[in-house]
Nanobody, 123 residues
Framework: QVQLVESGGGSVQAGGSLRLSCSAS????????MGWFRQAPGEEREGVAT????????VYADSVKGRFTIYQDNAENTVFLKMNNLKPDDTAVYYC????????????????WGQGTQVTVSS
């Protein structure tokens, strides 16, 4: 089992920035990728950004390319999501995930989930 704990969500005005953090613990050696997914009310959960924790490859959703950056601190088993130029459409619950399957051009297939953190962007 892998435990994931997110932090850093909140409310911000459009154009602002936030940084989300996700700390992994437990059997982290069983995972080779981590990422961020989000779910807005009435919508399906979608991938935002994922990273291969071994090689550093990343995959981003088209809607966040150029605005969001995913990066990691391997020593701390922590992944971050820096979100710049936030838009109201970015409002959602953001979930951290980890997995052991990396798919080319698609990214991490999640096996474990965090509890989620709310991001609200007002216009």
């Amino acid at each position: 089992q892998v435990q994931l704990v997110e932090s850093g969500g909140g409310s911000v005005q459009a154009g602002g920035s936030l940084r989300l953090s996700c700390s992994a613990s437990g059997y982290t050696y069983s995972s080779n990728c981590m990422g961020w997914f989000r779910q807005a009310p009435g919508e399906e959960r979608e991938g935002v950004a994922t990273i291969h924790t071994g090689g550093g490859s990343t995959v981003y959703a088209d809607s966040v390319k150029g605005r969001f950056t995913i990066y990691q601190d391997n020593a701390e088993n922590t992944v971050f999501l820096k979100m710049n130029n936030l838009k109201p459409d970015d409002t959602a619950v953001y979930y951290c995930a980890s997995g052991s399957t990396w798919v080319l051009r698609r990214g991490c297939l999640p096996s474990y989930w965090g509890q989620g953190t709310q991001v609200t962007v007002s216009s």
